[in-house]
């Protein structure tokens, strides 16, 4: 349940009650919605004030912050003249090798075939974490040494989808700070390196969002889409404390919206965004 729904079942407050204004503007504060995204929203939501009670500021409030999701690309589909090409990027610690696992496992189950390059040659354990997923779901991994060379790693990795024929290929790439641009410049190796196999890959670039992190998250996504241009977002741990307000935020500032969320350990607890089921748990 969203915190305003909560506080107005506590309260007991019924259709006609006056919007207390300053505690709609505590409440947004801890939905992680940032403040430049809560003062748009507060803005909008005082020009209908004349219209708005403590019932129906709910429903206006949920309105407007879908009004900042910009429209949700389709389920990504396999190409038809190869491997569609799929980076997980982001910041130590967010979930990307468990994620994945998780999204090929889901396309598995669409009907699509895929193949995992274990590309966080930064840690070994990142590898022996992504075969072991590998073997549970019978998905193959393409791997290498730990401190191996990852752009090599993806560029053989898409080589070998496209001898396969598969559907989709998922680099797990190696965390890293945003702040810190010699790893960002890796990525773009990374990037450059498949595009010699596939000019027109990468064709995603999903960073990897730990709803926990708070309005952090959104600098962490400015830096990663400044530096190689991001084409959703995975979304992890909403089964825990974080609100998710900051994908509002992150969507509203760069227009890239989420596209997965991750909500348990399970290979299952992995589902496409629902923009109405956010709304109702942040809200």
């Known amino acids: 349940m ?3 729904t909560s506080l107005l079942g506590h309260l007991g407050i019924s259709r006609g009650a006056p919007v ?27 020009e209908k004030k004349n219209s708005l ?22 389920t990504l589909l396999p190409r038809s003249d190869g491997p569609t090409v799929i980076f997980l990027v ?64 993806c560029h053989d990795a898409l080589s070998k989808a496209q001898r396969l024929k598969a559907d989709f290929l998922i680099c797990d790439t190696a965390g890293r700070l945003h ?11 990374i990037k450059r390196t498949v595009a010699k196999l596939d000019p027109s890959a990468p064709h995603h670039l999903l960073l990897v969002v730990d709803t926990t992190t708070g309005t952090n998250a959104l600098e962490q996504a400015k ?26 935020a992150i969507a509203r500032e760069i227009g890239v919206t989420p596209l997965f969320i991750g909500t348990g350990e399970e290979a299952t607890d992995f589902q496409p965004f629902d923009v109405d089921s956010f709304l109702r748990r942040l809200l």
Do not use: C
């Open 2 to 4: 969203g915190l305003l």
């Open 20 to 46: 207390d204004w300053e505690e709609l503007e505590a409440i947004l504060y801890q939905t992680d919605l940032g403040g430049g995204t809560i003062a748009s929203l507060m803005t909008l939501l005082e």
């Open 53 to 74: 009670d403590a019932k129906t500021i709910l429903e206006a409030a949920r309105s407007e912050i879908k009004n900042f999701l910009p429209p949700l690309p389709e």
């Open 90 to 153: 982001g910041v130590n610690g967010t979930g990307k090798t468990t994620s994945a696992a998780k999204l090929a496992y889901y396309l598995k189950n669409q009907g699509y075939s895929s193949l995992l390059a274990a590309a966080d040659t930064f840690r070994a354990a990142a590898i022996e974490q992504l075969s072991s997923w590998g073997e549970r779901l019978d998905i193959e991994v393409v791997k290498s040494t730990y401190r191996a060379d990852a752009a090599a790693l």
């Open 179 to 189: 702040t810190k641009s010699n790893l960002m410049e890796e990525l773009a190796k």
């Open 223 to 248: 830096e990663f889409h400044r530096a190689i241009g991001l084409t959703g977002l995975i979304v992890t741990k909403m089964d825990g404390a974080g609100r998710g307000g900051v994908l509002v």
